[in-house]
């Protein structure tokens, strides 16, 4: 894999999803910073919201933003993935890639726009003086390298699908909704039955992450490290099965497109 051009092709990629606006990658710092200002200002000034067992004003805005940068990454990957072939399809004819590479590009995009993210809510949270305990964030970087890797793989997966069939596009918004509003990231799970939280823990992999980031930076507990070892195990699974699925399907997703 010619490491010059995948690194070209991430570039374009992050480059291209502003592609047309005014400040163009400007964005990538504005879209984070409004994004917390908002969560804070409405939820801990405006609202009034607290989290339970937390008495700073700033702990519901805080839990919120600390789930929804992650989930924001995870999805943003699936759903570009899915096209990626398709907008792609110029390029492919012309240079002799993996069609791994293209995917790749991708999740590098998303990890630059997390990292600024990341790097705007934690100058913000050093502002406010809101109390982050150092242990749990260590866990951070390997929970978020095994939820791009599911991402990787099932926006791969997805990829494939929708090079054959097109409502896989359509399919994908839908899923990505429901599975957003299914996850605690907004709510939380006290105010669910117990089953409701049980089955959280069973086949939910985006409260797997979700829980790590919120356990961490708002609540200033370790995350659930059985959770943490499941997500791993699912990802490195899930990659292995998309990677056997594009070496099978290659030739005929060229030919396709």
């Known amino acids: 894999m010619n490491a010059e051009l995948l690194l070209r092709l991430a570039r374009q990629e992050f480059v291209d999803r502003y592609a047309g606006s005014a400040l163009g990658v400007a964005w990538a710092v504005l879209h984070p910073l409004l994004l917390v200002a908002v969560f804070f200002v409405v939820f801990a000034q405006l609202m009034g919201g607290r989290l339970p067992g937390i008495g700073d004003t700033h702990g519901y805005g805080v839990y919120l ?6 989930w924001i990454a995870f999805s943003g990957v699936v759903r570009r993935s899915t096209q ?6 110029q390029v492919l004819g012309k240079v002799r890639l993996p069609l791994v590479a293209f995917p790749i590009c991708v999740v590098a995009g998303e990890t630059v726009s997390f990292a600024v993210g990341m790097a705007v809510f934690a100058v913000v949270l050093a502002l406010v003086g809101y109390p982050v305990a150092a242990a749990g964030l260590a866990l951070l970087p390997l ?21 054959f069939f097109k ?7 839908v899923l990505l909704m429901v599975w957003f509003w299914g996850t605690p990231v907004v709510w939380v799970l006290g105010i669910v039955p117990d089953r409701v939280a049980e089955a959280q823990a069973l086949v939910n992999p985006a409260f797997w992450f979700v829980q790590a980031y919120q356990s961490a930076i708002a609540l200033g507990e370790m995350p659930d490290t059985g959770l943490v070892v499941r997500l791993v195990l699912l990802a490195v699974v899930a990659c292995a099965g998309a990677l056997v699925l594009v070496r099978l399907k290659e030739r005929a997703i ?3 497109l």
């Open 65 to 70: 933003i600390a789930g929804l940068l992650p």
């Open 167 to 173: 409502d896989i596009q359509e399919f994908v918004s």
């Open 143 to 163: 929970v978020y390298v095994a939820h791009q890797m599911l991402a990787f793989a099932l926006g791969l997966v997805l990829g494939v699908l929708n090079v």
């Open 84 to 89: 990626v072939f398709q907008d792609r399809r």
């Open 254 to 256: 060229r030919d396709h």
